[in-house]
């Protein structure tokens, strides 16, 4: 437990943005004993995405919260990350969570099943969603933080607001310089049995070269006791989307059988383009994640690309470090800055890991996907390299928040 060092106060705290990042937040203030407003432009919170991992780290701030029983009801236990280049069948990618002993694993899930899992946990708690309130901009006033809506109508006066509305937040410094991925991927949920041939407990992929890219991931149940899902995804660069879309979705599922065709079964759900969700990826991090009565949390904070998988993990850690910051410092802005410190080596080294892997995986290159496919996989199943690559994509290689006493949980990743 960390030890309070000064006299509590409530504080009035609005969080603006409701995924994870935001209701994480909510429900650790809350229960903190701030006063919690939350914000939310769609007319109906809802999540946004497919499947994504939650890794041991971000399962040690759902354990905090208490909610992994919760979440595993949900998910799928993975053990494995594998994948093959094609058409040689060639081993690329093996990371194996037991390379750093018993009992490690990831645990896959919905996005609608972990924004379920926490506003529910928000809804129960006695907090409150003021959805339909697009926010514009704020400003500050007599060392307080005033929201401001697309109407230009003001909000309210707050202690602290905390930015969780994703990369493309209008409440982040201007002139934050991005750099915009050339390559985004399509996502699709499916359902799966174990008569199709995936491994139950793995991410598997395929790979030609980096500029083709496809994956299924298992991710559980939407719901407790629902059909069994997989997040299916396709890489595609931005500049071919609509050539894409102007071949038809008959013309891309006929690519997608030559290229896997074990994946026949799993297309046979997607209809439409509209089953299809377009991400699109950009790189950047905020030199410094707040200023007076500001933070940033989540996405609007850092972003990259998935490869390393660390989005919503990183998010939660983000949440916890805000919530014991703001519990051990004698005032907000020490808080913030306190929040900063705690976070900087682990956001930096997981953006620059994510910066460095992405091109072997989707970029035009045929250098580096030669040197990923003869030379990076070999060296990463040997002893010792193995374990290594395991905590990166854990999220373990440096500790996630420097300075506090954080384990993570292991013993909820052996089963609830």
């Keep these: 437990m960390i030890e309070q060092v000064r006299d509590f106060r409530s504080l009035h705290i609005a969080i603006c943005g409701c995924g994870p990042a935001g209701l994480a937040a909510a429900l650790l ?27 041991p780290t971000g399962l040690g701030v759902l354990s905090e919260l208490g909610l992994v029983e919760a979440i595993f009801a949900h998910g799928a236990i993975i053990n494995r990350l594998f994948g093959r280049a094609a058409p040689s069948g060639h081993i690329v990618l093996d990371v194996r969570y037991s390379a750093m002993g018993a009992g490690w694993s990831g645990l896959a899930v919905h996005r609608s099943a972990l924004f379920e899992v926490l506003y529910q946990a928000a809804m129960d708690g006695g907090l409150s969603v003021q959805s339909s309130t697009p926010i514009s901009g704020s ?7 005033v929201l401001v809506d697309g109407g230009r109508r003001h909000l309210g006066a707050f202690d602290l607001v905390v ?19 050339s390559y985004g991927a399509f996502w699709a949920n499916v359902p799966i049995s174990g008569d199709m041939g995936f491994a139950s407990d793995a991410l598997e992929q395929r790979y030609f070269r980096a500029s083709r890219m496809a994956g299924v991931l298992p991710v559980g149940r939407r719901v407790a006791h629902g059909p069994e899902e997989a997040a299916f995804f ?25 290229f896997w065709p074990q994946c026949a079964p799993l297309l ?25 009565a500001l933070v940033h949390i989540g996405d609007c904070a850092h972003s990259t690309s998935p490869q390393l998988g660390q989005g919503a993990n990183m998010a939660l850690l983000d949440a916890l470090a805000l919530s014991r910051a703001l519990a051990v410092s004698a005032d907000v802005d020490s808080a913030l800055a306190g929040y900063a410190r705690m976070r900087r080596w682990h956001v930096r080294l997981f953006q620059a890991g994510s910066a460095a892997f992405t091109p072997f995986y989707q ?40 300075g506090l006493d954080f384990q993570p949980h292991r013993a909820s990743l052996r089963g609830v």
């Design 29 to 55: 203030l809350h229960r903190a004993g701030h006063r919690i407003e939350i914000f939310e432009r769609f007319d109906a919170p809802r999540p946004v995405g497919s499947g994504l991992i939650l890794q």
């Design 139 to 145: 400003e500050l006033s007599g060392g307080k933080r």
């Design 163 to 181: 930015d969780a509305m994703g990369s493309r937040s209008p409440l982040k410094p201007s002139g934050t310089k991005s750099h915009q991925l």
């Design 234 to 258: 396709w890489s595609i660069r931005q500049q071919d989307v609509e050539k894409w879309r102007s071949h038809g979705l008959s013309a891309w599922k006929d690519e997608v059988q030559e």
């Design 268 to 292: 046979d759900s997607i209809n439409s383009p509209d089953d299809l969700t377009l991400a699109h990826y950009e790189h950047f991090t905020l030199p410094r994640p707040y200023t007076n």
């Design 363 to 402: 970029s035009d290159s045929r250098a580096l996907p030669f040197i990923r496919d003869w030379l990076a996989a070999p060296v990463s199943r040997m002893p010792v390299a193995d374990a290594m690559l395991a905590r990166l994509v854990s999220g373990l290689t440096v500790a996630p928040l420097a």
